[in-house]
């Protein structure tokens, strides 16, 4: 289905960037990936699937670097026409206890970075009048939690750049929408239940049901498999007229 066509993951060395970057080559993408870590590991689980790749390991809390990722992939690709904006972080504490830099560098990293990529990507794909843009938000896009008042800033603030961004292109080929998953076991969710575990000196499993429980009525994690069909259903032409939602797939988090 994307056989051709040119699919850029911010922060696919890990977690959902990595599931959607496969599932976006399983359709036949080239993928340009971003993020820290094992990128070399990322780069041959996809091109395995029989695609090309590049990657370039821009802080996306930089905006000249975010430009230079964008470049690297217009020199490899010529064009972007799957952007999705992936990347992020989390830092929990209360309100009048965060520390000044993490809430910039969520603010940067979950939202502004976004704005970025979004703006450098828009001309190709309005001149081939087909693009898509997915953002990753989050059930805190929708909804807040106590303690993660950056995270659900930003997550808040990535569903109204979504909305905005999907008026703007209304009329053309381009659509813009936004995936909010619920718990997904990834290692941005497993340090919050080494934390748990160890502040209440309970088990890992038990940290992981506690955690499920108090949000997630499924009592079940999202998986990046299921994130990855939702992000190629988004891309496909029957999605064609799916534009400025925020499709949660939350495990029922936010219907209560
Ligand atoms: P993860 O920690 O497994 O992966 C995050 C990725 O972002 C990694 O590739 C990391 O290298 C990259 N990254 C971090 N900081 C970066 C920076 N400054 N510049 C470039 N890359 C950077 O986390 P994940 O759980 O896969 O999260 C991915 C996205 O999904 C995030 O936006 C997160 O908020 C969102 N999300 C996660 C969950 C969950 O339960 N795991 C739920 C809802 C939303």
Excluded at 148 to 156: C, G, I, L, P, R
Aim: net charge neutral; with cysteine.
């Amino acid at each position: 289905m994307l056989k051709g066509k040119t699919a850029l993951v911010t922060g696919s060395t890990s977690g959902i960037g990595l599931g959607i970057a496969k599932a976006l080559a399983q359709q036949g993408a080239n993928i340009v990936l971003n993020g820290f870590g094992d990128a070399k590991a990322a780069q041959a689980e996809i091109e395995a699937l029989g695609v090309k790749t590049a990657y370039h390991g821009a802080d996306m809390s930089k905006p000249e670097q975010i430009e230079a990722l964008m470049q690297t992939a217009a020199e490899a690709f010529g064009r972007v026409d799957v952007l999705v904006n992936n990347a992020g972080i989390q830092h929990v504490a209360k309100v009048e206890d965060f520390p000044v830099e993490k809430w910039d560098a969520i603010i940067a990293i979950n939202l502004t970075s976004a704005f970025h990529t979004t703006r450098l990507a828009l001309p190709a794909m309005r001149e081939a009048n087909w693009g898509r843009i997915i953002n990753i938000a989050s059930a805190h896009g929708l909804v807040a939690s106590a303690q993660k008042s950056a995270y659900v800033a930003a997550k808040h603030g990535i569903v109204g750049l979504t909305k905005s961004v999907a008026l703007e292109t209304a009329t053309t080929g381009v659509t813009v929408n936004a995936i909010c998953p619920g718990w997904v076991l990834t290692p941005l969710v497993q340090k919050q239940i080494d934390d748990r575990a160890a502040r209440e000196g309970i088990s890992m499993a038990q940290a992981s049901k506690d955690l499920l429980g108090e949000k997630q009525p499924s009592l079940q994690f999202t998986t990046v498999e299921q994130l990855g069909a939702l992000a190629v259903f988004l891309s496909s032409a029957a999605a064609d007229q799916v534009r400025g939602v925020a499709w949660a797939m939350d495990g029922g988090w936010t219907a209560q």
